[in-house]
């Protein structure tokens, strides 16, 4: 792999903040669980930022002049991606799978004051995605733009070589951590927690976004040249898929925001806290071990999820 040099999208490195109150929510001790602020990164906020760093700056010295990407109708990827290509003065063109709605604006809000061009494709799988990027990609060609393709989530290996930064990070601001819980969607974030921290401290929470998460982290730990390392990955909280709110999740939404005025998004962050609650009480994280919550953005997402408006719906009819 040839490592274009690094451009800086955000100020590094994020936040370790304590959680006192929702330790305590969660049955582990006040001083247990610390909450890795990478939803206070720049771009609007979230992991995306680290993977962009590598993946920009290596679109930038091939000479592209458009970033193209896919993803979800309310991708924050696709959205950190224009915000990116807005930085630099690159064109973005975001592919967007599902059902991109203005009732939902979320995400797509910001896409468009991004100056990004949105094409939907609707339904599709991951290979008829991936063809309609291509697609894309050539038109953009014939028009003689230069296209750099942005892999789906961004999990690539070069990639995921943001998130060996981070892992860096937290062995300096957390030594002692005995767990690191991070949402897992494409997989490039836990990977690079994984090659730079070991599998043993690292608890992946699989979303329901891609149907092999396992196969997916372990094939980027290994793209970044660390053999063997354990994948620890709960898929306890998919519930019955990618996007959709379970009980858990809005329970840990709720406990996040009342106890810390943490606020987390419904796809990813609320089913990590969940699987970090859930590995709570199963016993394999214990009070008086020191755990590591990662916050990896997504509340723009909030405002593009059919829970935003219930919230607020609730919250009228009842001020309480
Ligand atoms: C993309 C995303 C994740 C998952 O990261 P992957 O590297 O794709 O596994 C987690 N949280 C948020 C908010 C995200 O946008």
């Not at 390392?229 to 898929?241: E, F, I, K, N, S």
Request: glycine content about 14%; charged content about 20%.
């Amino acid at each position: 792999m040839t490592v274009a040099p690094l451009l800086r999208l955000s100020a590094w490195p994020t936040p370790l903040d304590p959680a006192p109150r929702l330790a305590s929510a969660l049955g582990l001790h006040p001083g247990d669980l610390w909450v890795k602020r990478d939803d206070l990164t720049d771009l609007g906020g979230g992991n995306k930022v680290r993977k962009l760093e590598h993946l920009v700056a290596e679109a930038v010295a091939g000479g592209a002049t458009v970033l193209v990407t896919s993803g979800g109708a309310q991708s924050n990827h696709a959205r950190m991606t224009a915000a990116a290509a807005a930085r630099l003065g690159l064109g973005a063109v975001l592919v967007l799978a599902g059902t991109p709605s203005a009732e939902r604006p979320g995400n797509l809000a910001l896409d468009g004051l991004l100056g990004a061009r949105v094409v939907a494709v609707g339904d599709v799988d991951g290979a008829a995605l991936e063809r309609r990027v291509e697609e894309v990609a050539g038109r953009l060609r014939d028009d003689g733009e230069v296209p750099a393709v942005l892999p789906l989530g961004g999990s690539s290996p070069t990639g995921a070589r943001g998130y060996l930064t981070c892992a860096a990070e937290l062995r300096a601001q957390a030594p002692d951590a005995a767990h690191v819980v991070v949402a897992v969607g494409s997989g490039g974030t836990m990977a690079g927690l994984v090659a730079g921290l070991g599998g043993d401290r690292v608890l992946g929470v699989d979303t329901g976004a891609v149907p092999d998460p396992a196969e997916r982290v372990a094939g980027l730990v290994a793209a970044l040249g660390v053999s063997g390392a354990p994948v620890r990955l709960r898929h306890d909280q998919v519930g019955t898929g990618y996007g959709v709110l379970t009980a858990a999740a809005a329970a840990a939404m709720r406990t996040a925001a009342r106890t810390e005025g943490l606020l987390l998004d419904p796809v990813y962050t609320a089913k990590a806290l969940a699987g970090l609650a859930a590995a709570v009480t199963d016993g394999s994280i214990r009070p008086g071990e020191r755990t590591v919550f990662v916050h990896t953005g997504g509340l723009p997402g909030l405002f593009g999820h059919s829970v935003a408006a219930a919230l607020a719906a609730r919250v009228l009819a009842d001020p309480t």
